[in-house]
């Protein structure tokens, strides 16, 4: 019977389907949203599920010279990862007593496999500009992944030095939600501009760049091996918002959570329309530079509990 339960909590809810389903309905968002800031129409409500079904029914071809096997189990990084983290928030935010110690570790480390995913993925295929993209891809990632670990430590902190996931959602439940204070507020900002860069949208999509090195680490992609990649960010895209509300928003166990959900989507959204691309020189340089720093303050308010 355990096992049966753990089967349909990672499968179907809130694992790979559900999580599947929300991320590929917030593309969508994603997309209208963007329309109407650019004057357009924008797609019907279907058209990710359709796009994603016509990918499926398309013929996966692997580049002659490739790692086959490499090549094509890299987009399945991404999508084990997020389907295993649904399962972990959405468990220790409506039984925060459901954890264990350095499950907030774990988190990290399977935030990791999808860009290791696109990595590997890209260096698997041989092709030049694909190189191009998994070595930007690279970049990136270790980029904003300082500012970002900073930023955990801040959490760490406030939290009274607990690294367990569900007991900094108890202590926002008890004390209030982390963001509520100074150094919330700029975890908040690092947090959510590392999301951004996480996704790869702009301005830090370099390493896809379609009009500099055509998609990047994807172009020898196609059809199911594709629609992986694409399903794995559409995931993504439902469940980094989560991790933002559950670690400095009190948690997503209330209808609250809906409207802060929105509202960080839109954040996401807005920064995308509203932003040139930046050089991969320039994202290192903002992320280490100006993020780094300001997510080093952010850790110094914390100690002093502001």
């Not at 079904?53 to 999508?79: H, M, Q, R, W, Y």
């Not at 903002?286 to 110094?300: A, D, K, N, Q």
């Amino acid at each position: 019977m355990n096992i049966v339960r753990i089967l349909f909590s990672y499968i179907i809810f809130p694992g790979f389907i559900f999580s599947a389903i929300v991320g590929l309905f917030l593309t969508w968002i994603d997309r209208k949203v963007t329309a109407r800031i650019h004057w357009r129409v924008g797609p019907p409500w279907f058209q990710p599920y359709a796009d994603f079904l016509k990918l499926l029914l398309k013929d996966t071809i692997v580049p002659e010279g490739s790692s086959k096997t490499l090549f094509l189990l890299a987009p399945l990084l991404g999508i084990i990862s997020m389907s295993i983290l649904a399962v972990m928030f959405f468990s220790m935010n409506f039984n925060p007593t459901s954890t264990f110690v350095g499950d907030l570790i774990v988190i990290v480390y399977l935030l990791a496999l999808p860009p290791i995913g696109i990595i590997l993925g890209g260096s698997a295929s041989k092709n030049v500009l694909a190189g191009v993209g998994a070595s930007r891809e690279m970049t990136q990632y270790f980029a904003y992944e300082l500012p970002f670990i900073i930023a955990i430590a801040t959490i760490i902190l406030k939290a009274g030095g607990s690294i367990k996931f569900g007991e900094i959602v108890l202590a926002q439940q008890a004390s209030g939600p982390f963001l509520y204070s100074i150094s919330g507020v700029i975890t908040a900002v690092v947090i959510l501009l590392s999301i951004q860069a996480k996704l790869s949208y702009v301005p830090f999509d370099s390493p896809e760049a379609e009009q500099e090195i055509m998609a990047g680490p994807y172009i020898e992609y196609s059809g199911v091996a594709l629609a992986m990649y694409k399903l794995a960010r559409a995931m993504m895209l439902f469940l980094l918002p989560l991790f933002l509300i559950s670690l400095l928003w009190g948690g997503f166990a209330d209808w609250w959570a809906i409207p802060k959900f929105l509202l960080i989507i839109v954040l996401i959204i807005l920064i995308k329309n509203t932003n040139p691309r930046l050089r991969i020189d320039q994202a290192l340089k903002f992320f280490w530079i100006g993020l780094g720093i300001l997510s080093i303050i952010g850790l110094v308010f914390a100690y002093y509990g502001l």
